[in-house]
């Protein structure tokens, strides 16, 4: 593994890229680039500074020049916190200080084991926990849990009819495979999750949720839109401030996104989601379908380095209940890396490949 920064300065005045390209066994190489420029970028009124200078700060927090509350910035969102409430926290929302703190080491220890227990038996092991995930940073919140509603912090049960379709989906076979990481076989890139497939990143959601590592998502603003950039995969939503969602025959990986500003919250809805993902879905749990999932979000500046990020989950072919879940976007100092990851990425050739050497060499064996 090896670090190398390289800092190029170009005649022009006023521009610098630094480039620092970081190796990550197992992961697509990931390239960071910092632009200072005298101009503007990514479209005419797009503002990619962090606080605009020419922009105005009011009683709800500092304002873009064209008025709107300021979102934008590098905002990381890892915490230790689980999605749901632990048993030993039962009747508990809140934790005291310490009490988090002994969530936050505790978790911290069990991941850094990995690194001296090894991979198991046949498996080539994955990434160092102290070295490349945001699990070396012992931090929880002072919630129990991430999701706040329903009030026992627990998902709610699914409906009969979503335990119905999921057990017909696994008698079929499985397909689609909507989760994330992991699969059902080493067949064809299909049969593995969507984002082994470099479809969708597994912290990115929609809604986010902290997972290993590239918790971070860039907020760009111009008049009429916002623009969530993740770090994971690269996803990218662009979200109009006006207008309908797109025809329910028009399906995508990430919905079809509208926003708009109740006081000096920003709120997405999003809807028109693909079959192919699942109504919710952690890094390795999905559950039902989102192909009729109504997701609303909230993003509100509480102060100069912090977003209150909430979420809520309405979909009632899968769930008996809606529910929501709360926690902090914390300001970044750090520009975002390039995860290039793509459907041609050299980890699924090798992991399709892995397989198909050793169906040859049990041919072998058998002859």
Same mark, same amino acid.
């Given at each position: 593994?090896?670090?190398?920064?390289?800092?190029?300065?170009?005649? $022009?005045?006023?521009?610098?890229?630094?480039?620092?390209?970081?190796?990550?066994?197992?992961?697509?190489?990931?390239?960071?680039?910092?632009?200072?420029?005298?101009?503007?970028?990514?479209? #005419?009124?797009?503002?990619?500074?962090?606080?605009?200078?020419?922009?105005?700060?009011?009683?709800?927090?500092?304002?873009?020049?064209?008025?709107?509350?300021?979102?934008?910035?590098?905002?990381?969102?890892?915490?230790?916190?689980?999605?749901?409430?632990?048993? %030993?926290?039962?009747?508990?929302?809140?934790?005291?200080?310490?009490?988090?703190?002994?969530?936050?080491?505790?978790?911290?220890? +069990?991941?850094?084991? !990995?690194?001296?227990?090894?991979?198991?038996?046949?498996?080539?092991?994955?990434?160092?926990?102290?070295?490349?995930?945001?699990?070396?940073?012992?931090? #929880?919140?002072?919630?129990?849990?991430?999701?706040?509603?329903?009030?026992?912090?627990?998902?709610?049960?699914?409906?009969?009819?979503?335990?119905?379709?999921? %057990?017909?989906? !696994?008698?079929?076979?499985?397909?689609?495979?909507?989760?994330?990481?992991?699969?059902?076989?080493?067949?064809?890139? +299909?049969? $593995?999750?969507?984002?082994?497939?470099?479809?969708?990143?597994?912290? @990115?959601?929609?809604?986010?949720?902290?997972?290993?590592?590239?918790?971070?998502?860039?907020?760009?603003?111009?008049?009429?839109?916002?623009?969530?950039?993740?770090?994971?995969?690269?996803?990218?939503?662009?979200?109009?401030?006006?207008?309908?969602?797109?025809?329910?025959?028009?399906?995508?990986?990430?919905?079809?996104? $509208?926003? !708009?500003?109740?006081?000096?919250?920003?709120?997405?809805?999003?809807? *028109?989601?693909?079959?192919?993902?699942?109504?919710?879905?952690?890094?390795?749990?999905?559950?039902?379908?989102?192909?009729? @999932? !109504?997701?609303?979000?909230?993003?509100?500046?509480?102060?100069?380095?912090?977003?209150?990020? %909430?979420? @809520?989950? %309405?979909?009632?072919?899968?769930?008996?209940?809606?529910?929501?879940?709360?926690?902090?976007?914390?300001?970044?100092?750090?520009?975002?890396?390039?995860?290039?990851?793509?459907?041609?990425?050299?980890?699924?050739? *090798?992991?399709?490949?892995?397989?198909?050497? +050793?169906?040859?060499?049990?041919? #072998?064996?058998?002859?």
């Amino acid at each position: 593994m090896s670090h190398n920064d390289r800092n190029l300065r170009s005649t $022009r005045p006023g521009f610098r890229v630094r480039i620092r390209m970081v190796g990550r066994e197992g992961a697509p190489m990931m390239k960071r680039l910092i632009c200072w420029a005298g101009v503007a970028a990514l479209g #005419a009124g797009l503002s990619l500074s962090p606080a605009p200078a020419a922009g105005q700060t009011g009683a709800e927090g500092p304002r873009t020049p064209w008025g709107d509350p300021d979102l934008q910035g590098v905002w990381d969102y890892w915490t230790f916190t689980p999605l749901e409430r632990p048993d %030993e926290f039962e009747g508990r929302g809140e934790l005291t200080a310490e009490e988090a703190a002994v969530v936050a080491q505790r978790s911290n220890a +069990e991941a850094l084991a !990995r690194d001296d227990d090894g991979p198991p038996p046949g498996e080539v092991g994955g990434y160092s926990q102290a070295v490349w995930t945001d699990r070396a940073r012992a931090t #929880a919140l002072t919630q129990a849990s991430l999701l706040v509603d329903p009030p026992d912090g627990r998902l709610p049960a699914l409906t009969a009819e979503a335990e119905a379709a999921a %057990e017909a989906h !696994r008698a079929a076979g499985g397909y689609p495979v909507r989760i994330r990481v992991g699969g059902l076989n080493e067949d064809g890139p +299909e049969a $593995r999750g969507v984002a082994e497939r470099c479809l969708l990143g597994f912290s @990115t959601g929609p809604p986010m949720l902290p997972g290993g590592y590239n918790n971070n998502v860039q907020i760009f603003q111009a008049p009429g839109y916002v623009v969530l950039l993740h770090e994971m995969v690269h996803d990218v939503r662009v979200v109009p401030l006006d207008g309908d969602a797109l025809p329910p025959s028009i399906r995508q990986w990430l919905g079809s996104s $509208r926003g !708009r500003w109740e006081g000096g919250t920003l709120v997405v809805e999003t809807t *028109n989601f693909t079959n192919g993902t699942g109504s919710f879905n952690t890094s390795f749990v999905s559950w039902g379908s989102a192909s009729n @999932t !109504r997701l609303v979000e909230r993003f509100t500046r509480v102060d100069g380095d912090t977003i209150r990020y %909430e979420f @809520t989950v %309405e979909d009632p072919d899968t769930w008996t209940a809606p529910f929501t879940g709360r926690f902090p976007l914390n300001r970044s100092d750090a520009p975002l890396y390039e995860y290039a990851c793509h459907e041609g990425n050299h980890g699924m050739f *090798n992991l399709l490949s892995g397989a198909r050497a +050793e169906e040859r060499s049990a041919v #072998a064996e058998q002859q």
